[in-house]
């Protein structure tokens, strides 16, 4: 039996002084993750609050939401790094964390971010290219069931845009993926079905290609 | 050259709960020493002379000035003992205040948690508080005249108790000053006004009634009798209760995880 993600009548609002947004309402959604997922939206829709929800990082207003696996943190993200670190130690902070084997870790990130000597340097001397190859480095050496992908956009040259394709790829099939992105040749690539958050409510689409032309119509 | 495949096992048997808890409070507990230490280890040791260095110099402040002991024969002993709760409680309880605004970023992980990082401070601030209190005890073997406590297990316990108090009390200000900033600023007003109420300028017990019942409800001049009352032979117990004492922190750790589970949206939203 495939593990599930289970959304359960989840609610999620963010309320500002003049304002109530509303960006998960009442949704019902059970995630198969023998698949992948790609979800769509506008700016401002609640994607990347969608992908906090189901990681577990932010709880909704109301309802539930069920996990009966491991699940990353939001792909590519480096807020969690301390400036003061080099990207050796912030990496050994990680894998403790998630319990991952350290040199194994170490290893993979140190061949896929081609990172060099800059490992062993403070994290703040990193651009913001080298740090996002840190982090998604980071996520993609740590072996989870789900993959949470924010916005994933071209960091580093054509050589890593390759690699991070190959650690997708080789990922596929051990575990599954939800991605968010503009980038709809992105989640085509590697997403199977689609869903397009839309005024708070999630439509879902059996195939990416018909999520593709719900988004691109009430774009 | 191509992708090197990542080895690990296809789906890991899950960790238990309190396996995974354990994992984040020893990463976030090595991280924070890397941090606090800088480049070099030895500077780890910042963490213990400072406290250590607070208490020594009060209590040099205090022997310049001729204070005279109201019990016993040794101002060094009378009040190295009484300032020893008060630098514990102040600096343990201020580093678990700030200890959620320093690693507020390190929620964004799922497998970490508020209380993870506040029981990685505490076991932190505890091990230091720990050492300064062995260290200070040696320097007063050494330099005082007459050290001879009367109940050595009561000095340990009432320390412990002013660890345990310290932690308790700081991590219900660390939850609110994590969803009001400003309340840091209160925190630290509360300060003072410990090291005023707490008995170690005075001595509690010659306060008259009811006023002394009063300053009794203070649970860190609790910790300053008790440790007074364990080292001095003839010290009056008139205002010790080491039962409200262990009631009060227990009650204050009680609320702080009724309140983070109930606030917990709250929280990790900020």
């Known amino acids: 039996m495939s593990a599930m993600i289970r959304l359960s009548r989840v609610s999620k609002l963010y309320r500002t002084e003049n304002h109530r947004k509303v960006v998960l309402d009442d949704v019902t959604y059970s995630f198969d993750t023998r698949y992948t997922y790609g979800i769509f939206g506008s700016n401002g829709a609640g994607k990347s609050t969608l992908l906090r929800l189901i990681g577990g990082t932010e709880l909704p207003n109301s309802g539930q939401i069920f996990r009966d696996l491991r699940i990353s943190w939001p792909l590519g993200f480096g807020g969690g790094f301390h400036p003061l670190m080099t990207g050796r130690e912030n990496l050994k902070f990680v894998s403790r964390i998630y319990g991952a084997n350290l040199r194994r870790v170490i290893d993979f990130v140190e061949y896929f971010s081609e990172l060099g000597n800059y490992l062993d340097m403070p994290v703040s001397t990193y651009s913001s290219g080298m740090q996002a190859r840190l982090a998604f480095g980071l996520s993609m050496a740590i072996d989870f069931d789900c993959y949470l992908v924010d916005e994933i956009t071209a960091v580093g040259d054509a050589r890593f845009g390759l690699r991070c394709r190959q650690a997708f790829e080789e990922k596929r099939g051990r575990s599954s993926m939800i991605m968010v992105s503009h980038d709809i040749g992105t989640i085509k690539a590697y997403c199977d079905r689609g869903l397009v958050l839309y005024r708070g409510k999630l439509v879902a689409f059996g195939h990416i290609d018909d999520a593709i032309e719900f988004y691109r119509k009430n774009l | ?270």
């Open chain 2, 1 to 270: 050259m191509e992708a090197t495949p990542v080895t690990e096992p296809m789906r890991r048997l899950g960790a238990s709960p309190l396996a995974i808890n354990a994992a984040a409070i020893g990463a976030i507990l090595l991280r924070d020493i890397k941090l606090r230490a800088g480049p070099y280890y030895t500077g780890f040791l910042m963490i213990l002379l400072l406290p250590l260095a607070h208490l020594l110099i009060v209590v040099i402040v205090f022997h310049i000035f001729g204070r005279l002991a109201p019990q016993g024969t040794d101002q060094v002993v009378y009040f190295g003992l009484s300032i020893l709760p008060f630098v514990i409680y102040t600096y343990l309880s201020r580093q678990i205040v700030i200890s959620l605004a320093e690693n507020r970023p390190l929620l964004y992980f799922n497998r970490v948690k508020i209380f993870d990082i506040l029981l990685a401070r505490v076991i932190l601030e505890a091990t230091g508080s720990v050492v300064v209190f062995i260290i200070f005890v040696c320097v007063l073997a050494v330099y005082s005249t007459d050290f001879s406590p009367r109940d050595w297990p009561g000095i340990v316990f009432a320390v412990a108790a002013t660890i345990y108090f310290g932690f308790s009390f700081g991590v219900p200000n660390a939850l609110i000053a994590h969803v009001l900033p400003v309340w840091y600023m209160f925190f630290n007003f509360t300060i003072p006004v410990f090291w005023l109420a707490s008995g170690i300028v005075f001595l509690p017990t010659a306060i008259q009634d009811p006023y002394d019942r009063w300053l009794a409800l203070n649970p860190l001049l609790q910790c300053v009798e008790w440790i007074r009352y364990a080292y001095y032979e003839d010290y009056p117990d008139k205002l010790l209760n080491i039962p409200y004492l262990i009631t009060f922190a227990t009650a204050c750790l009680a609320v702080s995880l009724i309140a983070e589970r109930l606030a917990r949206r709250v929280l990790l939203s900020k």
